[in-house]
């Protein structure tokens, strides 16, 4: 196979990884050519990736070669044969995902949607930590939470019930002027994007948290590498 002359290159991320095992899983382990069309199609993906845009402009990276060389690497993280040059970044999601195809597909095919929705996700998704799911999940999820219809309803169901608070610390808006009471008040998911798709979402799949503890519960998520509920993140956060 062809030197990928990738040096220089940045680092393969964790959403890029998902990808390629996506299609070594399809391919069953066995590494087609630079040449197969299934790999040029992920490597003209990969090409995409909005945070490489620099990058990509080389005709180095993630070319057809590298992707040869990554599928490789993934086949010596789960079979212990081939290239013996893999990454920390392969074995981690090797260990996630590597006996989990189904849900290898899912996360792929939610990165893919990522790519294409690349110039509508929020721009500041820098800020939020990195869901185990990858970089652009987590940039779908957080544009999903922004979306002002759901947070429109939410907020008019909660009225009914009584004053607006929060669902993790139980703060109320310090502020008695009704146009401003809800302005401390975000929305959060409560059913990962990983799991539920793009899909109309349902008021009860829905948290109302301030932006305090909205930021603590995507911290804690990121940092326990799994999803966890206002409650669970309740005593993660330390609030008792």
Request: net charge positive.
């Amino acid at each position: 196979m062809a030197r990928t002359q990738g040096h220089g290159n940045p680092n393969w991320t964790r959403d890029e990884t998902i990808l390629a095992l996506d299609l070594y899983l399809d391919l069953k382990g066995q590494i087609p050519s630079e040449d197969d069309r299934r790999v040029r199609e992920l490597s003209e993906l990969l090409r995409r990736y909005p945070y490489h845009a620099v990058a990509a402009r080389k005709e180095s990276f993630r070319n057809p070669a590298g992707v040869g060389f990554k599928l490789q690497n993934l086949r010596q993280v789960a079979t212990g044969k081939g290239l013996a040059n893999v990454s920390e970044m392969d074995r981690l999601v090797w260990r996630d995902l590597g006996n989990d195809p189904a849900r290898t597909k899912r996360l792929g095919g939610l990165i893919r949607s990522g790519i294409d929705a690349a110039e509508t996700l929020p721009p500041d998704v820098d800020l939020e930590p990195e869901f185990s799911e990858g970089r652009l999940i987590t940039a779908l999820h957080s544009r999903r939470e922004r979306d002002p219809q759901i947070r429109k309803r939410l907020l008019a169901t909660r009225r009914r019930k009584g004053p607006l608070s929060c669902d993790m610390c139980n703060c109320v808006s310090n502020s008695r002027i009704a146009d401003l009471e809800d302005a401390i008040f975000e929305t959060h998911h409560l059913v990962p994007l990983s799991s539920s798709g793009e899909r109309i979402t349902k008021l009860e799949e829905v948290a109302l948290l301030c932006a305090n503890c909205h930021r603590l519960l995507h911290r804690a998520i990121a940092t326990n590498k799994r999803w966890l509920t206002p409650e669970e993140a309740r005593d993660s956060c330390g609030l008792g």
